[in-house]
T-cell receptor, first 110, second 115 residues
Framework: EAQVTQNPRYLITVTGKKLTVTCSQN?????MSWYRQDPGLGLRQIYY???????DKGDVPEGYKVSRKEKRNFPLILESPSPNQTSLYFC?????????FGPGTRLTVT | AQSVAQPEDQVNVAEGNPLTVKCTYSVSGNPYLFWYVQYPNRGLQFLLK??????LVKGSYGFEAEFNKSQTSFHLKKPSALVSDSALYFCAVRDGSGGYQKVTFGTGTKLQVIP
């Protein structure tokens, strides 16, 4: 089954404790991205990747890092999380037109 | 810069009635337009897209959308709403003129279908 997986689905952490949210796709897509969803703001792009070792900032990259060492994986790293990064995060991969989204990771930073 | 506006935070419609969820966009090149749906505690699912061709595009679950270039709109429609259509709907736009093409999402419209 074609899918995008994310882990963990839910995470509660404390300010400053480094964390990584994993993302993997099995569709051999070159393009992947990370979004955060906040009420009233819709989806905002954090980072995207056009291919292995090619990444760039989206609209809200501050406080986040990514890496793309393999085509299928695109982890999101929060080196020092803060409460304003409490949000719902989605990973997505894309073919020529359509984006395929993961199930989401709900992150709470206290 | 490209943008998407979904002017209604929430749309209420009675089951069996037609529904419309509005979307207008701004993009400098050729618009690629999309609708996605999000059910509670789920990721976004693709509904339909406009790339080129017929202005009326049909998608999943009986939904359709009409591309109107002069009004820069891409409203989502369904002839007869179901309670199961209740969800959060997102419109998105991408510049199809070539090169890297970022996707911009609207803020979402919550559709409530009343039994």
């Amino acid at each position: 089954e074609a899918q995008v997986t994310q882990n963990p689905r839910y995470l509660i952490t404390v300010t400053g404790k480094k964390l990584t949210v994993t993302c993997s796709q099995n569709m051999n897509h070159e393009y992947m991205s990370w979004y955060r969803q906040d009420p009233g703001l819709g989806l905002r792009q954090i980072y995207y990747s056009m291919n292995v070792e090619v990444t760039d900032k989206g609209d809200v990259p501050e406080g986040y890092k990514v890496s793309r060492k393999e085509k299928r994986n695109f982890p999101l790293i929060l080196e020092s999380p803060s409460p304003n990064q409490t949000s719902l995060y989605f990973c997505a991969s894309r073919d020529r037109y359509e984006q395929y989204f993961g199930p989401g990771t709900r992150l709470t930073v206290t | 810069a490209q943008s998407v506006a979904q002017p209604e935070d929430q749309v209420n419609v009675a089951e069996g009635n037609p529904l419309t969820v509005k979307c207008t966009y701004s993009v400098s090149g050729n618009p690629y337009l999309f609708w996605y749906v999000q059910y509670p505690n789920r990721g976004l699912q693709f509904l339909l897209k406009y790339i080129t061709g017929d202005n009326l595009v049909k998608g999943s679950y009986g939904f359709e959308a009409e591309f109107n270039k002069s009004q820069t709109s891409f409203h989502l429609k369904k002839p007869s709403a179901l309670v199961s259509d209740s969800a959060l709907y997102f419109c998105a736009v991408r510049d199809g003129s070539g090169g890297y093409q970022k996707v911009t999402f609207g803020t979402g419209t919550k559709l409530q279908v009343i039994p």
